[in-house]
């Protein structure tokens, strides 16, 4: 009977030693999270083997991931799946039908942000006139005006040059008909009497001012009629044409009438522009090409043409997302106990069966232990 009882003692004995010895190695995957020191002397196995390993664990966790599971070759093959490009002609066809069925415009996304673009853009658009005024000045300040205008503007001012010289005389002529002409001409001989004196004062005796003021006035229009002198006029138009074209553009346009004009342009060219009723028009309205494109097959040869885009070039983005990084950085991020509760809920059913297979190892062993005891 003490045989037997022996024998049970040990395999009870057996069991519990291997079973808790099981659960203890189980427990000391995660605990101690954090080392123990006692007199100055760290105290083995503390970390517990998770905690201690945790760094190189997220790493390989990463590279295994990266290398055998999320590849450029997956990402690739589910991109040019069929079911994917479907999913996102359907996605990108939505967006357009409510882009314009709500009619957004550019300004209802930019008020999300909260950013002045109008005001960004109208100051961006001024700096560019400007400087691109001033980059002209400086490489054209020395060229004269004539090879700075168009060939064909050029030619409109020369033929303009030719009406001049009769609208001028033209206008001296209307002018010299008018009451204002006929009576600025009785002022000038009224005047001219005054200052002459009596001799030359005697004429009115002869003539009266009506008198005089009509012969000059009908003097003064023969005179503008003569080809002569419309040839002598002209040709003071032409010589300062000529002379006003063959000057440098610094010397018509100094640095202050520069400054002045591009300041001038830029908020001309900014006001006509309008920015403000680009970023208030729908959107559907702004580009409707675009919306009819992409409501047929624009939508269909763009996910074609992105979706061959990123497969050749997946390698790269993710190398650039360094996703072995970010999967180690994501894991860091877990609480050991966590990653504990984690890994238990998984394997919750293993873990129990190892600590089940201890006790029935440890049971074992006892049983031949207390076997070799009794012949012994």
Do not use: C
């Not at 002209?136 to 303009?160: A, G, M, V, W």
């Not at 030719?162 to 009451?179: A, C, F, G, H, M």
């Not at 129990?352 to 207390?370: M, S």
Request: hydrophobic share 40%; aromatic share 8%.
């Amino acid at each position: 009977m003490s045989t037997i009882l022996t024998i049970i003692s040990m395999m009870v004995i057996g069991a519990i030693i291997g079973g808790f010895t099981n659960f203890i190695a189980i427990k000391m995957l995660f605990h101690p999270y954090h080392e123990i020191r006692l007199f100055g002397y760290k105290l083995p196995f503390t970390p517990g083997l998770i905690p201690k390993r945790r760094n190189e664990l997220s790493e390989k966790v990463g590279e295994m991931v990266t290398k055998h599971l999320l590849t450029p070759e997956v990402f690739k093959e589910k991109l040019v799946n069929p079911s994917t490009k479907h999913v996102l002609e359907d996605t990108i066809k939505i967006q357009f039908n409510t882009l314009k069925e709500q009619k957004y415009t550019i300004q209802d996304f930019v008020d999300r942000i909260d950013y002045p673009l109008e005001e960004k853009i109208n100051e961006t658009l001024e700096a560019t006139i400007q400087q691109k005024v001033d980059k002209y000045y400086e490489t054209h300040k020395n060229d004269e005006l004539q090879n700075l205008i168009p060939e064909e503007i050029f030619e409109q001012l020369s033929r303009q040059v030719d009406r001049v010289t009769p609208e001028i005389l033209n206008k001296i002529d209307q002018y010299l008909s008018s009451e204002k002409g006929e009576q600025d001409i009785y002022l000038m001989v009224e005047e001219f009497f005054e200052q002459k004196g009596k001799m030359v004062g005697m004429i009115q005796m002869f003539m009266t001012t009506e008198d005089i003021v009509y012969k000059v006035k009908n003097e003064l229009r023969n005179v503008i009629k003569q080809e002569k002198i419309e040839t002598m006029i002209n040709l003071q138009v032409q010589m300062q044409y000529e002379k006003w074209m063959s000057k440098p553009l610094k010397d018509v346009l100094t640095i202050e009438r520069k400054d002045k004009t591009k300041l001038l342009i830029a908020e001309e060219l900014t006001e006509s522009i309008n920015i403000n009723k680009y970023l208030n028009t729908p959107l559907d309205e702004l580009v409707p090409k675009l919306f009819s494109y992409m409501e047929g097959e624009g939508t269909e040869r763009f996910i074609e043409y992105m979706v061959r885009k990123v497969g050749d070039n997946i390698s790269l983005i993710l190398e650039r997302m360094k996703l072995a990084e970010l999967i180690k950085n994501q894991i860091d991020k877990f609480e050991l106990s966590y990653l504990e509760k984690l890994v238990i809920e998984i394997s919750n059913k293993e873990l129990k069966l190892i600590t089940l297979l201890g006790f029935v190892l440890g049971g074992i062993i006892g049983l031949f232990q207390g076997i070799i005891a009794i012949f012994v």
